[in-house]
């Protein structure tokens, strides 16, 4: 039977930038790979603050922003080898934070986006033979709500390091929701390039993230490079958190055997 994998991602870029190596590795390995993204709707007449994360991309007022960044998901995961799900909820900016620092001080006690979410997450991750979920480094809110929802869903979950967060802050510690756990290299050497392409086509956010198109490649792979640095060894990995041994069995699992984690 195909094993599936599903990715939970806060936004519409998160799983490619932190994990896409592995999911391209797990795509080609015959697994089932769903990148189910949380908060993606559009929302008309967004707020000052909602609008201006548009504007400051060079997007006119009256574009559908969230539409376009569906557009580019679905064309990154057609890179990977993944199934795009997009779940019609509303991102911060929509739910009431109303700047850039706002979205770095925690979850609003109104704010119950969460329970939304962990209610239309149960099924999908009950289904799933492997989750992969955010860390929540850097402490952005929607990635702290996946976080949390993906706690109260599953077990045995994969947690990834998030990019571009971990670039300034690569000793961060998972936030205090994750579970104990240990780290995991997941050699990216062969699907690098694959993640490459898939994170170019989120043009929308490049120049804001990476410094421009070009730019991808180089911070990719010396982020990769840096990662298995910090453990240790060489080449180029991404790296999971999680119980002792779970990638083992993700690797045992895989059609025909391939190996498509390090040691």
């Known amino acids: 039977m195909t094993r599936r994998a599903v990715a939970v991602s806060p936004h519409l870029d998160d799983a490619a930038f932190s994990v896409g190596g592995t999911l ?15 908060f993606t709707a559009s929302v008309p007449e967004p707020s000052p603050f909602a609008l201006s994360t548009q504007l400051d991309k060079g997007l006119p007022a009256d574009a559908d922003y969230m539409a376009l960044r569906r557009a580019e998901d679905m064309a990154a995961c057609r890179v990977l080898g993944a199934v795009p799900v997009h779940l019609p909820l509303p991102e911060a900016p929509h739910r009431g934070y109303d700047s850039a620092a706002d979205l770095f001080t925690g979850v609003h006690p109104d704010d119950t986006v969460g329970v939304a979410l962990s209610v239309a997450l149960r099924l999908r991750l009950r289904a799933a033979d492997l989750v992969l979920a955010p860390q929540a480094l850097g402490g952005h809110v929607d990635h702290r709500v996946v976080t949390e929802s993906v706690v109260s869903c599953a077990t045995g979950v994969l947690w990834w390091r998030d990019v571009p967060y971990v670039r300034r802050a690569l000793e961060e510690p998972p936030w205090q929701a994750v579970p104990d756990g240990v780290e995991q290299p997941v050699d990216i050497g062969d699907r690098l390039a694959a993640k490459i392409r898939a994170v170019r086509c989120y043009t929308t956010q490049l120049d804001f993230q990476f410094g421009g198109s070009s730019r991808v490649g180089p911070v990719l792979s010396a982020l990769a490079v840096a990662e298995a640095a910090r453990l240790g060894g060489r080449g180029c990995v991404e790296v999971l958190w999680g119980p002792v041994g779970r990638l083992a069995g993700v690797c045992a699992s895989a059609e025909g055997g391939s190996v498509l984690f390090s040691p």
Not at 24 to 38: I, R
Request: contains cysteine.
């Open 24 to 38: 391209a590795a797990l795509a080609a390995a015959g697994w089932y790979v769903e990148v189910l993204t949380c």
